[in-house]
């Protein structure tokens, strides 16, 4: 299991623990985890805290210059919302946990050129 996966899905769990959603997402600069958070719609009541905007407003105001070199790993495909955020800032790799059990705006990145890796798709195509 990748490092940041796994510190994705260590969110998510986080999240199960505290009764809400178990998503989560890290944001990766350099080598370096600068964000990491988990959805907390029932937690904290919110509708737009899901794991990929947690994990982005944790890692704090970055210059585009961060931004256009990092990977924004997520255990789950991300919803429109987050989709727009990733392409907001111009995150420009996303690695993806599983997109079975819910298929987001996965297409909008390659129109974008992109890159987004789905571990599941990669694990049914082998
Ligand atoms: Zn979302």
Same mark, same amino acid.
């Given at each position: 299991?990748?490092?940041?996966?796994?510190?994705?899905?260590?969110?998510?769990?986080?999240? #199960?623990?505290?009764?809400?959603?178990?998503? @989560?997402?890290? $944001?990766? %600069?350099?080598?370096?985890?600068?964000?990491? =958070?988990? &959805?907390?719609?029932?937690?904290?009541?919110?509708?737009?805290?899901?794991?990929?905007?947690?994990?982005?407003?944790?890692?704090?105001?970055?210059?585009?210059?961060?931004?256009?070199?990092?990977?924004?790993?997520?255990? #789950?495909?991300?919803?429109?919302?987050?989709? @727009?955020?990733? $392409?907001? %800032?111009?995150?420009?790799?996303?690695?993806? =946990?599983? &997109?079975?059990?819910?298929?987001?705006?996965?297409?909008?990145?390659?129109?974008?050129?992109?890159?987004?890796?789905?571990?599941?798709?990669?694990?049914?195509?082998?």
């Amino acid at each position: 299991m990748d490092e940041f996966m796994q510190a994705a899905i260590d969110e998510a769990r986080h999240g #199960l623990e505290e009764g809400g959603v178990p998503i @989560g997402s890290v $944001l990766v %600069y350099q080598g370096r985890i600068i964000g990491r =958070g988990h &959805n907390q719609r029932h937690q904290r009541d919110s509708v737009v805290l899901h794991a990929e905007m947690d994990a982005l407003e944790n890692a704090g105001r970055q210059p585009a210059s961060v931004y256009k070199e990092c990977v924004l790993y997520t255990t #789950l495909s991300p919803c429109p919302m987050c989709s @727009g955020a990733i $392409l907001l %800032y111009g995150i420009p790799h996303l690695v993806i =946990g599983e &997109n079975r059990s819910f298929m987001g705006a996965e297409t909008t990145f390659a129109r974008v050129g992109s890159s987004s890796k789905s571990l599941t798709a990669t694990n049914a195509a082998n």
